[in-house]
T-cell receptor, first 114, second 113 residues
Framework: NAGVTQTPKFQVLKTGQSMTLQCAQDMNHEYMSWYRQDPGMGLRLIHYSVGAGITDQGEVPNGYNVSRSTTEDFPLRLLSAAPSQTSVYFC?????????????FGPGTRLTVT | DAKTTQPNSMESNEEEPVHLPCNHSTISGTDYIHWYRQLPSQGPEYVIHGLTSNVNNRMASLAIAEDRKSSTLILHRATLRDAAVYYCILRKISNFGNEKLTFGTGTRLTIIP
């Protein structure tokens, strides 16, 4: 299994540009999520999904859109990039259920907005 | 939501045991205690979790106080590869769909050769 994969690894955008960060997992996990990590801080939840066709907002959703058309893929769209969105973005996936299970994280996408 | 408190940083010598503390004085009966770690320039990885009893796995041990208001992650023999930020996170037993992780700033563990 490849686990959780993210592309691209690095990206530089100009203010106002849009782009999509890709996330895929091959473990048939229902739950997928996106986090951002700013320097010296912990991860903050942007959006999450509990299955295909179901998404919801996390702690910091403004400026980002998501959709979940398949179990495997959960892309994150930046609508109009701003310097405040400069961060490292991590995608994660896991099984769902009553007892919390291990979450698997991707290697991250480092985004710089100038 | 119940919060956790961890020291900002700790140092340990290579090949010695490391005890990483976490306080969670407002923990509820439905909160699991999870530990993740983040190696430099990588995504977080799961280490261990427990509810009431002490837990062991191939990576570490988790000691949970009897009143559950604190816990300790134990690395039995630290290696340079264990240098990372360690996060103590509470997660609720819940119905379908509540898998969110709330990260604090964690403890930065430095291993001295």
């Amino acid at each position: 299994n490849a686990g959780v994969t993210q592309t691209p690894k690095f990206q530089v955008l100009k203010t106002g540009q849009s782009m999509t960060l890709q996330c895929a997992q091959d473990m048939n996990h229902e739950y997928m999520s996106w986090y951002r990590q700013d320097p010296g801080m912990g991860l903050r939840l942007i959006h999450y999904s509990v299955g295909a066709g179901i998404t919801d907002q996390g702690e910091v959703p403004n400026g980002y859109n998501v959709s979940r058309s398949t179990t495997e893929d959960f892309p994150l769209r930046l609508l109009s990039a701003a310097p405040s969105q400069t961060s490292v973005y991590f995608c994660a996936s896991s099984w769902t259920g009553v007892n919390p299970t291990e979450q698997y994280f991707g290697p991250g996408t480092r985004l710089t907005v100038t | 939501d119940a919060k956790t408190t961890q020291p900002n940083s700790m140092e340990s010598n290579e090949e010695e045991p490391v005890h990483l503390p976490c306080n969670h004085s407002t923990i509820s009966g439905t909160d699991y205690i999870h530990w993740y770690r983040q190696l430099p320039s990588q995504g977080p990885e799961y280490v261990i979790h427990g509810l009431t009893s002490n837990v062991n796995n191939r990576m570490a041990s988790l000691a949970i106080a009897e009143d559950r208001k604190s816990s300790t992650l134990i690395l039995h023999r630290a290696t340079l590869r264990d240098a990372a930020v360690y996060y103590c996170i509470l997660r609720k037993i819940s119905n379908f769909g509540n898998e969110k992780l709330t990260f604090g700033t964690g403890t930065r563990l430095t291993i001295i050769p």
